[in-house]
């Protein structure tokens, strides 16, 4: 039996997305709730609603909120 996943990709550029992060515990990895692309530098974030995980999506900066208000 092989196990075929998908790896996740950007929702900008489509480049793949390196998704987990090693802890200094061997084995341990943990799953964050924001990366940025390699590939275009987006920054994302989960795109999760109640208990349903849609993916990813483009975070919106700290700065983008004051300059939008201001």
């Known amino acids: 039996m092989s196990a075929e996943s998908e790896e996740p990709h950007c929702p900008?550029?489509?480049g793949?997305?390196?998704t987990t992060v090693t802890t200094p515990q061997p084995g341990?990895?943990?799953a964050p709730d924001r990366v940025e692309c390699a590939s275009c530098?987006?920054?994302l974030e989960r795109?999760?609603?109640g208990h349903a995980d849609h993916g990813w999506r483009i975070a919106e900066r700290e700065g983008d909120e004051q300059r939008d208000s201001g």
């Open 12 to 14: 900008r550029c489509g």
């Open 16 to 18: 793949a997305l390196s």
């Open 28 to 30: 341990d990895q943990l």
């Open 41 to 43: 530098g987006a920054l």
């Open 47 to 49: 795109a999760v609603q």
